[in-house]
């Protein structure tokens, strides 16, 4: 049978306390559950729950090693009590069971019903000495004036509330410490609950860990950010908790996800970068997050979309969106997430200058060459110095991550922290799946057509390779401005008969392609990790490419692949897989394998856990995955970086 009630009774070090009134709330309560939330403990408070519970089997215990304060402790009590009614009590004793049970049962039909110590009708036998009650009457006046209370007593420690209704108003509690029953009343203010306030009897008990004035300028302190989150002042939070910490700390039943990226999936010449956060966002929305894409617009495209559950919203051009999307932020979108995901294609979107939410930089790969390499001066001088110099310096404070090791060494060049740096690769999608091959020897490149990519080396090596294979085609699928040149220079090499361009196709014919080829090929100066090729894997087919970063680490020379050094000539180790039927088909076996090693559910949750790093920074947080709650804190690694440790809530 489920409980009737259920009872949280925080407790941080209360050995002298903590017994008499478990004994008592256990045999009062015989028909709902207590929940013990020990936080913090360091004396014998959890030897002395653990000896109850194991007499009174209606007493549950929760153990966090981090003193988490009042409101963390009811916080984490609230996500797992079971009952329709939830009621909390100092572990003092002060309220006892009966007179909690009472209050309980005079609930009604109120979201909440709250003990006063001052109301007419109230008892307290016990009074507490005079500098406590001249500090708890100063704070009541205080927050009557900040937050227009009516209540006389918002500190009384027994309180009752309707299930439903705290369910409502989790994800917008923050505080944690003494403060917390003011935020609580003023987040149930805000949605207009039904708030009663009745007499109690009650009575001070010596013996509280708790100091006077350290306690109060705590509680004053989280008092005035409560009043600053609550109106227009909200701006001025984050150099509030650098200059008077608090530890505020949030439920999170699903986060709030922005991403800025210079395309979305749905663009014409969407590639690897589109791919990889479309795929782990569209999961994340599955799990219950809500995630939001910001980028540029293209012909034809409307100015809001969803897809697969993600919003997207485009604004300006593939230039003018860098400029027009911080006022699209600003104006549409601000105060409105948890953490922004910025992706740097060549340039990032600047994103902590205009705002301050956590963000997270992804970085596929460092452009500098690409950008002296096949740009005009001064354009490629400018965007050089702005990945260069200006981004490690804008993102200095931001968390970071890379798609390969490669990556990660270059971003460290360019002076980026590696601490700063996680790594997430790529996943490949389950649908790809070997097929039947082409009757005809046929090499596939799929990606975008850019001057870096050096698909001209793949035009030379198949004018050769045709000289040992005739037979041989190379079909070239992805859209990009080299388009034509490519054209043309097939024609000049005599081998357009042999190069089959595709233009963007779909999922379907994309892996169609993918099955077909006999193997996969690349010349590309430099990749990020270079997806196209894991696909190619996961459709049975091995590649061969350049000895670059990002390709190296996803071919393994000799097992899924060919890697060639620059000045080898492609076409050789492509003829000997083409001609070689024991060869290829070994290549394949291990292509099938070495994709089975990516998968996009586990990208998706590696990129969770930085993300919910980021969002909980050095505090403490609630976080619901996988259809728990986790305390989640930060933790210092031995490299210097640091990880976010998650501990289930039962």
Not at 221 to 247: G, K, N
Request: hydrophobic share 45%.
């Amino acid at each position: 049978m489920s409980p009737r009630f259920s009872v949280i009774i925080p407790a941080h070090n209360e050995e002298c306390r903590i017994e008499a009134t478990l004994r008592d709330y256990s045999a009062v309560f015989n028909d709902s559950e207590i929940i013990v939330v020990l936080n913090g403990c360091t004396d014998r408070t959890a030897a002395i729950v653990a000896a109850v519970r194991a007499q009174c089997t209606n007493i549950c215990a929760i153990e966090i090693e981090e003193a988490v304060g009042k409101g963390g402790a009811v916080r984490a009590g609230f996500l797992i009590a079971q009952a329709p009614v939830v009621a909390y009590a100092d572990a003092d004793h002060a309220t006892t069971a009966a007179e909690m049970r009472r209050l309980c049962q005079d609930l009604g039909n109120r979201d909440a019903l709250i003990a006063s110590r001052w109301l007419p009708g109230a008892v307290v036998s016990t009074v507490q000495p005079f500098r406590r009650r001249i500090a708890s009457r100063a704070f009541n006046a205080i927050i009557r004036v900040l937050f227009g209370f009516k209540y006389s007593d918002t500190q009384c420690g027994a309180k009752v509330f309707r299930a439903a209704s705290i369910a409502r108003i989790l994800p917008y509690l923050e505080t944690a410490n003494f403060a917390f029953d003011v935020d609580l009343l003023f987040t149930m203010k805000a949605a207009r609950m039904s708030v009663g306030e009745a007499p109690t009897v009650w009575r001070d008990v010596g013996g509280s860990s708790v100091q006077l004035v350290p306690a109060s300028a705590h509680m004053l302190a989280s008092v005035l950010r409560l009043r600053f989150r609550h109106s227009f002042m909200r701006i001025v939070i984050p150099l509030f908790d650098r200059l008077f910490p608090t530890r505020p700390m949030r439920a999170h039943d699903g986060f709030r996800i922005l991403m800025l990226n210079w395309r979305d999936p749905m663009h014409p010449q969407a590639g690897g970068a589109e791919i990889y956060l479309y795929e782990m966002a569209k999961r994340w929305v599955s799990a219950g997050h809500s995630v939001e894409w910001l980028c540029a617009s293209f012909p034809s495209a409307s100015k809001r979309e969803t897809l697969d559950g993600i919003r997207i919203t485009r604004a300006g051009s593939a230039l003018t969106v860098y400029l027009r999307l911080p006022f699209e932020y600003v104006r549409s979108f601000r105060d409105r997430f948890d953490v922004i995901i910025d992706a740097e294609n060549g340039i990032p979107f600047f994103s902590p200058l205009f705002s301050m939410k956590p963000k997270i930089g992804v970085v596929h790969h460092v452009h500098k060459d690409v950008f002296k390499k096949h740009l005009v001066w001064p354009l490629a001088a400018i965007l050089t110095w702005l990945e260069c110099s200006v981004m490690p310096r804008v993102y200095r404070n931001c968390k970071f991550v890379a798609v390969s090791e490669d990556t990660r060494s270059a971003m460290v060049q360019i002076g980026i922290p590696r601490q700063s740096i996680d790594i997430v690769r790529n996943g490949v999608d389950a649908g790809l799946k070997p097929g039947p091959k082409s009757a005809e020897p046929s090499m596939l490149y799929l990606g975008r057509l850019k001057a870096y990519k050096r698909i001209e080396h793949l035009i030379d090596a198949l004018s050769r390779v045709r000289e040992r294979v005739p037979d041989t085609v190379l079909h070239i699928a992805g859209e990009g401005d080299h388009r034509g040149r490519l054209e043309a220079y097939a024609r000049e090499r005599g081998v357009e008969d042999a190069v089959r361009f595709h233009g963007f196709v779909d999922s379907r014919r994309k892996r169609e392609l993918l099955q077909g080829a006999w193997l996969f090929a690349s010349a590309s100066e430099m990749e990020g990790w270079g997806i196209s090729v894991a696909e190619a894997n996961a459709c049975g087919t091995p590649a061969v490419a350049y000895n670059v970063p990002g390709l190296r680490e996803v071919i393994r020379h000799g097992y899924n692949g060919i890697i060639v050094q620059a000045d080898e000539d492609l076409s050789v180790p492509m003829i000997r897989i083409l001609q070689n039927p024991q060869q290829r088909a070994e290549l394949e076996r291990n292509a099938i394998a070495r994709a089975a090693e990516l998968s996009w559910d586990r990208s998706a949750e590696a990129m969770m856990d930085v993300i919910t790093h980021a969002v909980i920074g050095d505090q403490l947080g609630l976080v619901r995955r996988a259809g728990q709650w986790n305390l989640v804190k930060s933790r210092v690694c031995g490299d210097g970086t640091r990880e976010a440790v998650q501990k289930v809530l039962a």
